[in-house]
């Protein structure tokens, strides 16, 4: 769970590179913001605050400035305070030993939900309800609740569908234009086959990855509403939405030809591979499926610019669905009483703090009433902007939400279990019986 959880906390870092390849298409970001707001904040001079999140680097150097508006706008002193990378172990510390931060952030919506259910988060008041019932949708404000009452304001947020290509290979081989649809994306990998490329790089060495294969898909072809229920596993991996959705992945997985190696191929690549071959020179493959972090590896790892060299489009409509949008989020919790806490997650909530970062670049935010025009390339822009349609059918990385020994382990539950089905994707029912009893399992120990 920590890799995940790391992943979907870069993703600051990943468009932090991705807006330095990108940047002659925004012109430069500002500096800083204009010290003025539309809200109604408190005096909180004299008071001091602390705010605690995983975030370091460039990523933590940006979020400074959201910081340092929000003390000139208020007259508070907020000093930022790092967990490292396991969040949930620093802050219980700090709770239990009567020194918790004011605010912090939580990448995982367990945690927000352990942390609720133990009585350590504070409930949001009145004005920080009305700015996300204004600014956010209902599903964001959905996933920082708990038990009825709001907790979470989600600050940042990762967009984990998105299909990455390298422009070269589709168009030598005649592709001219995304494919939109599940149907016309194993066309056009069928295209860039018999150009002599192979299309597909897949992660299957690392099976968190083949999670999000599966949740995009699942969650396009069943709706939200079944993802959200064998999210809770409310139903059972042997549902046949469950056998639809492997159906679809083995139309891809199931042809050897159309994957990068081939299927022992995928299944000894791992996540930074997949993304390096694709854009390597000569590349071996055509296209890559994960989030917007994969511009990071990009543009680290290999000497393809993104924008020009490398480029992505939504992960495809599977059947009657819409494209889906799976990703991740940081939100914002108080854990001490009184008005700075209340004054911060109020100001985080606006689009006056999302601008702030915005503008600086490496950074997508879940507050729809941010102006677009505030990101400062194009590429960036059009993630955001798919993150913000999806609206309430945006749903939060399913294994992420389950027990770390079903949807977060390597070697063994849902991530050996798909590893599998990708060595055997006819075997649709099999490979639903093996999630069925591992997701039992780790459900029922979870309590």
Known sequence: MKFRAAVATTTVAALAALCTACGSSGGAAPTAAAPSSSLNLPDLHGQNLQVAAVWTGPEQQNFLKVLEQFDKLTGAHTTFVPTGDNVSTFLGTKIQGGAAPDVAFLPQVGVLAQFAKAGWLKPVGPAVDAALTSNYSAGWKSLGSYGGKQYGVYFKAANKSTVWYNTKVLGQAGVTAPPATWADFVKAAQTVSDSGVSPVSV????????????????????????????????????????????TTLGQLFGRPELLAGGTNGALQTDYPTSVDQTFADPAKAGLVYEGDFVATNITTETKAKVGTDAKFFPFPAVGSGRSPVVGGGDAAVALKDGPGAQALLQYLASPDAARVEARLGGFISPNKALDPAAYPNDTTRGIAEALIKSGDSFRFDMSDQAPAAFGGTKGQGEWKDLQDFLAHPSDVAGAQQKLEADATKAYGNAG
């Open 203 to 246: 992660g299957g060495g690392d099976g968190w990855t083949l999670t999000d294969w599966f949740e995009n898909v699942y969650l396009s072809q069943a709706g939200p509403e079944l993802y959200d229920k064998l999210t809770k596993h409310q139903i059972p991996w042997t549902d046949p939405s469950v056998a639809n959705a492997l």
